[in-house]
């Protein structure tokens, strides 16, 4: 209706003029809205406020009626607040956005959505800025995480995928293709202990992966007490084949320990070694020892290089010298202490049968087992290699003595030459041949 003239709202309300202008507030006919501010030919224009009954408002510029330009909005619903640019009564333009929770984004809207550029900071405190589409992470952008993790590359809808650079917190750098979030395709992960891995990547994980660590040769491997032996190991797959990845460096370690045998066996593998009485540890467990010799770093001159890196899957320990044996470890004994022990092992007033075998000849001297040993070789890298260590490889060695010239015919340990196994009242007792066919008395 008119008023002096001039448009008015229909409704319930009332209209002040003054200094030419006009000012009113206004009560909408079904009372959930109500505006305060400035009209112009009977609707909202100019400055003003407009209050919606759950306690909402907005606050700042109308044209003909509608919100338009700058102002300042509230959601009484979420607690969110926004400052900035409107069309229409949508968001639209460069504004800033305070949520409830503490999160906040300042940059571009596009009706009412978070569009263009734009710097997000969630709840969390995690930082994005880039691109955004639909509200989304979208486009090129650069985040840092909670965790201390950067990444600048390409976001698909909130997920990095494309390319992209991710630097983690201890030092760790991946720099190639992304999909779903995670490691897809092409890139090269340089890890903070100087593992690098260069090739395809699967969900996260490299498709060449290594799961297990392999010691070539035979199950029990020969070697003359005093020579230097060679060790190739690789690096295989479930399938056992070389995780021959284009560029894999994985630090490991060439680890030798005595294993003191604690009783003899009477059945021997077709190499002539006891299988049975020196088992080969399983999982992680290092192999228990009286002895803790161990052929690493310090110990001898040519084992300096005892932790290697490898690279294609493969690996070369070179010149690995065996430690002399332990002082207590005595390798002969009197004929004398094996009947001793054998008397000890029948039952009080048990007779030898016929035929049976006969006393050990006393006063003579026995050759006892060279010391056995077990080489390990086991992953080294720390911090572990996109958390995980492989399981250490295990090798038995059995040491054959160094041959001599010397006659004699009770040689010293050095001319010991061979291994057999012989059964004395009841029990197995294994002896070392000589050198020339001699053979120890029985």
């Not at 084949?241 to 003899?264: P, R």
């Not at 958390?387 to 040689?411: N, W």
């Not at 340990?413 to 196994?421: C, D, N, W």
Request: glycine share 14%.
């Amino acid at each position: 209706h008119l008023v002096d003239g001039r448009f008015c709202p229909s409704g319930h309300g009332v209209c002040v003029w003054t200094m030419g202008e006009r000012y009113g507030l206004y009560v909408y006919p079904n009372s959930f809205f109500q505006y305060e501010g400035e009209w112009k030919q009977g609707r909202k224009h100019g400055h003003g406020k407009l209050l919606f009954k759950d306690g909402s408002y907005y606050e700042g510029e109308f044209v003909d009626g509608e919100i338009m330009g700058n102002g300042l909005r509230y959601w009484a619903s979420t607690g969110n607040t926004y400052s900035g640019q409107f069309v229409s009564g949508e968001l639209h333009g460069n504004g800033v956005m305070q949520y409830k929770d503490g999160g906040k984004y300042e940059g571009e809207f596009s009706y009412g959505m978070r569009a263009g550029h734009g710097l997000l900071v969630d709840k969390d405190g995690q930082i994005y800025q880039g691109t955004f589409h639909n509200n989304k992470k979208h486009g090129g952008g650069k985040m840092t995480f909670k965790n201390g993790e950067k990444y600048e590359g390409d976001w698909i809808l909130d997920q990095r995928q494309g390319h992209g650079v991710l630097h983690c917190a201890d030092g760790t750098v991946y720099e190639g293709q992304w999909r779903n979030d995670v490691f897809n395709g092409q890139g090269t992960k340089i890890h903070c202990s100087g593992v690098i891995y260069d090739g395809l990547w699967i969900n996260g994980y490299p498709a060449a992966q290594a799961k297990k660590i392999v010691i070539l040769g035979p199950e029990v491997i020969d070697v003359i007490q005093g020579s230097a032996i060679t060790l190739h190991v690789q690096l295989q797959n479930e399938e056992g084949e070389v995780s021959e990845c284009k560029n894999m460096f994985t630090d490991i370690f060439c680890h030798i320990k005595i294993w003191e045998l604690k009783a003899a066996v009477p059945v021997s593998g077709k190499s002539g070694f006891a299988l049975a009485d020196l088992p080969i540890p399983k999982g992680d467990i290092e192999p228990e020892s009286r002895s803790d010799t161990l052929l690493g770093a310090g110990d001898a001159p040519s084992n300096e290089d005892a932790s290697q890196r490898v690279q294609h899957g493969c690996v070369v320990f070179r010149n690995i010298m065996l430690a002399p044996p332990p002082a207590h470890y005595q390798p002969f004994m009197l004929l004398d202490e094996l009947n001793k022990a054998a008397a000890g092992s029948r039952p009080p007033g048990s007779a030898v049968e016929p035929g049976g075998s006969r006393p050990l000849p006393r006063k003579s001297w026995c050759p006892r087992r060279l010391p056995r040993y077990v080489i390990m070789v086991h992953e080294v890298t720390m911090p572990p290699f996109l958390g995980q260590t492989l399981p250490p490889a295990f090798k038995l060695l059995r040491v054959l003595p160094e041959k001599t010239k010397s006659q004699d015919p009770y040689p010293a340990p050095s001319e010991v030459s061979g291994i057999f196994t012989i059964e004395y009242n009841g029990s197995w007792i294994e002896f070392l041949s000589l050198d020339h066919a001699h053979a120890v008395g029985v």
